[in-house]
């Protein structure tokens, strides 16, 4: 079974603060993806990584990087929390681009 | 660009029903479409991909089916137990040719009483 975990369940930051939410996958999968969850607004892709230090924007990266060094491993930061940036953050990975994707269990990130 | 909808929004019905979900997609350039469980607080848990050349796609008691020239697809769940309640979603994969990324709807959440 693909696993995909997620470094934090929940949490709490303050307005300012660079925030670092990580994702590993143990099925040596290609692509990697960071989405954000909002009440209302659906899931939305912020950022995906296709291979180790490639990167292509989502629909909403504004405010967000990230950093693929290693294939297993996806990072996504911001760089100075808002409180807007509050939300549930979900990664996944599949093996192709257009591929069955998988999901970790979420980080509810709370910015004060 | 492409729009995914999923009406009812919520339902609820009791133990033991077979059930449908809707999911309407506005641009049938797909590449592949997949159905997802959500339950409350977690993660996406994936359930069914359904490839553009195909018509349906079955695990269990879930049989999810596609028609492309229509843009719909639907969950098919089969004697609904308590332990169905969550949301589920669908997304759509666009062509290669025809943008870039998973769309998903809006979800529906629902509840099987016991």
């Known amino acids: 079974d693909v696993k995909v975990t997620q470094s934090s369940r929940y949490l709490v930051k303050r307005t300012g603060e660079k925030v670092f939410l990580e994702c590993v996958q143990d099925m040596d999968h290609e692509n990697m993806f960071w989405y954000r969850q909002d009440p209302g607004l659906g899931l939305r892709l912020i950022y995906f990584s296709y291979d180790v230090k490639m990167k292509e924007k989502g629909d909403i990266p504004e405010g967000y990087s990230v950093s693929r060094e290693k294939k297993e491993r996806f990072s996504l930061i911001l760089e100075s929390a808002s409180t807007n940036q509050t939300s549930m953050y979900l990664c996944?990975?599949?093996?192709?681009?257009?591929?069955?994707?998988?999901f970790g269990p979420g980080t509810r990130l709370t910015v004060l | 660009k492409q729009e995914v909808t999923q009406i009812p929004a919520a339902l609820s019905v009791p133990e033991g029903e077979n059930l449908v979900l809707n999911c309407s997609f506005t641009?049938?350039?797909?590449?592949?479409l997949q159905w997802f469980r959500q339950d409350p607080g977690k993660g996406l848990t994936s359930l069914l991909l359904i490839q553009s050349s195909q018509r349906e796609q079955t695990s269990g008691r879930l049989n999810a089916s596609l028609d492309k020239s229509s843009g719909r697809s639907t969950l098919y769940i089969a004697a609904s137990q308590p332990g169905d309640s969550a949301t589920y979603l669908c997304a759509v994969n666009p062509r290669e040719d025809a943008g870039n990324m998973l769309t998903f709807g809006g979800g529906t959440r629902l509840m099987v009483k016991p």
């Open positions: 641009d049938s350039a797909i590449y592949n």
């Open positions: 996944a990975s599949s093996f192709l681009v257009r591929g069955e994707q998988f």
